[in-house]
């Protein structure tokens, strides 16, 4: 067994901060990441890109593969979703994370996003996150449903190991007794990650509460508990949003959002 994993304080003390192209992850400021659940077609994600890059994201979040759990519910546009962030990135200059659910398409995923994102229901996925390691670009690694923290860090260690350090933690919320929302957002997770890993950690309020209502309140939480960045979903008309309707925020909800963050932010001796 080895002693010093990668993931660990004990190998590397001071915090990891993955810097893309001068927006840094897991530093001084807080960074906002922002769209739809998926992609749709072109005129909306270019739509809402443009105004959660006026509210203050840094990058364009929005599925084009989609793990959903029916196989009859829609499943992303694939590639072409792809060109539509592509395209968006082009127009906005806004910085895209978008999913993979397979290793056949790591390269494709590669190509396009400038953060892959492995899923909460492809956390143990090892094979997956095999083929993430050796890729060049930053890891978003969501926490599994019912995943411990150990779990959760053994598999940043699978994608360290293949010699790809650049792994972003995300808390998403995990099933619980309590069903009044979606997920239980463990918070507690929080402090734990960042006293075990230097890795950066950022929460995903949208899943772990699935109520829209809930989104802001649980999104200064995590702030004021020292996570160093959100991933929020964001709708121009969240009732028509093909999927996880009731977790999207409307445009004024976000930018109430990044009103009520910036305080919280401050008072915990980050920016935004
Ligand atoms: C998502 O972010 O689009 C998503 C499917 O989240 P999770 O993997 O956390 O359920
Ligand atoms: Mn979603």
Redesign the pocket.
């Known amino acids: 067994m080895k002693e010093k994993f990668l993931y660990s304080r004990k190998y590397k003390k001071e915090n990891t901060i993955i810097n893309l192209n001068k927006t840094k992850i897991g530093g001084k400021e807080i960074i906002v990441m922002a769209g739809p659940?998926?992609v749709e077609n072109k005129k909306q994600i270019i739509e809402i890109a443009k105004v959660v890059k006026k509210l203050g994201a840094k990058f364009l979040?929005?599925?084009a593969f989609?793990?959903r759990t029916s196989p009859y519910s829609f499943q992303g546009l694939e590639e072409e979703g792809l060109r539509y962030l592509a395209e968006t990135k082009q127009k906005t200059n806004l910085k895209i994370v978008t999913?993979v659910m397979d290793t056949k398409d790591v390269k494709l995923i590669e190509k396009y996003s400038d953060i892959i994102?492995?899923?909460?229901?492809?956390m143990q996925n090892f094979s997956l996150l095999k083929a993430v390691g050796k890729s060049y670009k930053p890891v978003l690694l969501?926490?599994g449903?019912s995943a411990t923290l150990k779990e959760f860090l053994m598999s940043a260690e699978y994608i360290m190991k293949e010699g790809n350090h650049k792994v972003i933690l995300?808390e998403?919320?995990i099933r619980t007794f309590c069903t009044y929302t979606r997920n239980t957002l463990d918070l507690n997770i929080i402090p734990a990650l960042k006293k075990e890993t230097h890795l950066p950690v950022i929460v995903?309020p949208?899943?772990a509460v699935g109520v829209r209502d809930y989104v802001i309140p649980m999104s200064k939480a995590a702030i004021a508990a020292g996570a160093d960045g959100l991933?929020i979903?964001v709708h121009k008309n969240p009732e028509k949003s093909v999927?996880?309707k009731d977790q999207t925020l409307n445009f004024s909800q976000f930018q109430q959002l990044m009103k009520e963050i910036k305080p919280v932010a401050k008072a915990v001796g980050k920016i935004l």
């Open positions: 659940c998926a979040r929005g599925g989609k793990p999913e994102q492995i899923g909460a229901r492809n969501k926490r449903l995300c998403r919320g995903d949208s899943h991933i979903e999927s996880d």
